[in-house]
């Protein structure tokens, strides 16, 4: 695939997409919305795809909304179409990136900030570089927060710190997003895209079915009691049992062996 503002790749099951807007710090502006939509959507359906790995080019993972451009449309007096009105681009990332069936990894190499922290927050799993910072930099604009960051971040701090960082703006370090629980590990920056796609081959080389049902079971387990999230793991359970995975599972156990799983 060749977008105008985002690189991506294929390579042992891993699709790596790269925010490309580096002189704007991959501000969410140009066809970058359009091109990380269409990308996370066509990984979703691609057979050879096992994981997403999410990063940005040059120094910043994503610096948020392009302010410079609304600053631009707000002098020339431009409306949104009304699609951006009630059904935003930058709704249906967030929604894709939770409905993909595939794991999502946020590599953060740098700023993440605005929506650019959200979009991290949307992914399943962060890593961080030790040059990586988060603010939830909406206020500081007189603006709220969008791309899902209210949801999202008191379901990780918890509703006190969240209420914190979305009223001050405040910036955070890796080692205080890690210490949070913002992001699962911090590396230094020449390890940060090897770190993540070690992960990603790890989780690659797992059996697809069992992974993609349990990422639906956690996201669904959030907003359900205890009894719909149980009935939900014996649904699930059911489905994998039939799959060949399953059935290789067995066997690598009895031989004492590991298991190569093919994602069927």
């Known amino acids: 695939m060749t977008y105008k503002c985002l690189l991506y790749s294929v390579e042992d099951r891993i699709a790596t997409?790269?925010?490309?807007?580096?002189?704007?710090?991959?501000?969410?502006?140009?066809?970058?919305?359009?091109?990380?939509y269409d990308a996370v959507t066509k990984s979703a359906a691609d057979p050879n795809v096992g994981v997403l790995v999410i990063t940005g080019a040059g120094r910043g993972f994503c610096s948020g909304g392009d302010v410079k451009a609304m600053s631009e449309r707000d002098q020339s007096g431009e409306a949104p179409p009304p699609s951006e009105r009630w059904a935003p681009i930058r709704d249906?990332?967030?929604?894709?990136l939770r409905n993909c069936p595939k794991p999502v990894i946020a590599a953060v190499n740098g700023a993440a900030a605005g929506a650019g922290m959200n979009l991290a927050l949307a992914c399943d799993i962060r890593i961080a570089s030790t040059a990586a910072k988060f603010s939830q930099a909406f206020v500081k604009r007189g603006l709220h927060?969008?791309?899902?960051?209210?949801?999202?971040?008191?379901?990780?701090?918890?509703?006190?710190?969240?209420?914190?960082?979305?009223?001050?703006?405040?910036?955070?370090?890796?080692?205080?997003?890690?210490?949070?629980?913002?992001?699962?590990?911090?590396?230094?920056?020449e390890e940060l895209m090897a770190e993540?796609?070690?992960?990603?081959?790890?989780?690659?080389?797992?059996p697809a079915v069992a992974i993609q049902l349990a990422k639906r079971a956690i996201h669904h387990s959030q907003d359900v009691d205890l009894r719909a999230g149980l009935e939900f793991e014996t649904f699930a359970q059911g489905i994998c049992r039939d799959t060949?995975?399953?059935k290789e599972g067995v066997r690598a156990f009895v031989e004492k062996r590991s298991p190569v799983f093919r994602g069927r």
Not at 21 to 32: I, S
Not at 92 to 96: E, H, Q
């Open 92 to 96: 249906r990332i967030i929604l894709a």
């Open 17 to 36: 997409l790269t925010l490309n807007r580096p002189e704007r710090l991959n501000a969410l502006g140009d066809t970058l919305r359009d091109d990380l």
């Open 145 to 189: 927060p969008d791309w899902g960051g209210t949801w999202f971040l008191p379901r990780i701090v918890g509703t006190a710190k969240a209420f914190e960082l979305i009223f001050t703006g405040e910036t955070i370090d890796a080692a205080e997003a890690l210490r949070l629980g913002i992001v699962n590990a911090v590396v230094a920056p």
């Open 244 to 246: 060949e995975d399953a």
């Open 196 to 206: 993540a796609c070690k992960l990603a081959r790890k989780i690659a080389a797992g």
